[in-house]
Nanobody
Framework: QEQLAESGGGSVQAGGSLRLSCVSSLYTYRRYCMGWFRQAPGKEREAVASIDTDGRTSYADSVKGRFTISKDNAKNTTYLHMNSLKPEDTAMYYC??????????????????WGRGTQVTVYP
């Protein structure tokens, strides 16, 4: 059974918006830090955003002011709202969970659980 399942990816023109969702089946989901990462073709995976159990957030410089991460503990769901999309945002986007959670973190290697990803393509 998948513990993290992403959805909401698609194709959009530059300047458009998308909302990604990550539904979790992890027990005590509310105790996990959640993160979004992305990987473009030919590039290494990079951090996008993170949120901790108190709702504190952290963002990569490249998405600050355009992307917003949020959590709905009642729905076991983490969201990534993406606005003002650019062609360079094109990538496979992955949801990840880290427990225990000591604060939002963009450090990829310490995340314990990963989803399979959802593709985002932004056309010029």
């Amino acid at each position: 059974q998948e513990q993290l399942a992403e959805s909401g990816g698609g194709s959009v023109q530059a300047g458009g918006s998308l909302r990604l969702s990550c539904v979790s089946s992890l027990y005590t989901y509310r105790r996990y830090c959640m993160g979004w990462f992305r990987q473009a073709p030919g590039k290494e995976r990079e951090a996008v955003a993170s949120i901790d159990t108190d709702g504190r957030t952290s963002y990569a410089d490249s998405v600050k002011g355009r992307f917003t991460i949020s959590k709905d503990n009642a729905k076991n769901t983490t969201y990534l709202h993406m606005n003002s999309l650019k062609p360079e945002d094109t990538a496979m986007y992955y949801c990840a969970a880290k427990g225990p959670c000591w604060g939002p973190t963009l450090t990829e290697k310490i995340y314990n659980y990963w989803g399979r990803g959802t593709q985002v393509t932004v056309y010029p």
